[in-house]
């Protein structure tokens, strides 16, 4: 199994505050992505990484911001937590060619904005 | 634009059937990859397959198998003699080259009764 971590994994908070979700991986690979799953969506893509310091918005990036100052970690904060914003949080990593395009996701982060 | 279209919502079978899941591509990338993953019921995301579009060899591993056809731009996957472990949400993803990500359909959700 990829080495991808995430936490917490489950957050339960109250609307207007400040979240940050942290995604940790032990495989050096550069890609890193944030996706959100919610009934009927499938996931959706929110930000991604390309490498460190290097980010770029995705599909659903609205009230969302990353950051990633290492290779290995890969942080979502929501600057001000919505109840839309309630929903599975999954990070995902990518290798880089001639390895594999495959992404390998994290177990996800259950969050509830109350 | 791109996007992935599971039209089977729910699919209900009896063990030991057969089932296919269907999945559509639309791209404008002249080389791109195809996914397949499945979400158990305890939520993690787990890889299956990744074809890539210069490659239309169907592919068959153990009861899982595989059809790739450019023709039609679709990418089905057939569990052959089903079991209840099979019970899960499907996901079928398509992604270009480089570190873009997967645009995902809405998934497929497989029960499976004894």
């Known amino acids: 199994d990829a080495g991808i971590t995430q936490s917490p994994r489950h957050k339960v908070t109250e609307t207007g505050t400040p979240v940050t979700l942290r995604c940790h991986q032990t495989e050096n690979h550069r890609y890193m992505y944030w996706y959100r799953q919610d009934p009927g969506h499938g996931l959706r893509l929110i930000h991604y990484s390309y490498g460190v310091k290097d980010t770029d918005k995705g599909e659903v990036s609205d009230g969302y911001s990353v950051s990633r100052s290492k290779t290995e970690d890969f942080l979502l904060t929501l600057e001000s937590a919505t109840s839309s914003q309630t929903s599975v949080y999954f990070c995902?990593?990518?290798?880089?060619?001639?390895?594999?395009?495959?992404?390998?996701f994290g177990p996800g982060t259950r969050l509830t904005v109350t | 634009a791109q996007k992935v279209t599971q039209a089977q919502t729910e699919i209900s079978v009896v063990e030991k059937e057969d089932v296919t899941l269907d999945c559509v591509y639309e791209?404008?990338?002249?080389?791109?990859?195809l996914f397949w993953y499945k979400q158990p019921p305890s939520g993690e995301l787990v890889f299956l397959i990744r074809r890539n579009s210069f490659d239309e060899q169907n592919e068959i591993s153990g009861r899982y198998s595989w059809n790739f056809q450019k023709s039609t731009s679709s990418f089905n996957f057939t569990i052959t003699a089903s079991q209840v472990v099979d019970s899960a949400v499907y996901f079928c993803a398509e992604g270009g080259q480089a570190g873009t990500a997967l645009i995902f359909g809405k998934g497929t959700t497989l029960s499976v009764s004894s």
């Open positions: 791209t404008r990338d002249t080389t791109y990859y």
């Open positions: 995902a990593i990518r290798g880089g060619p001639p390895s594999s395009y495959e992404q390998y």
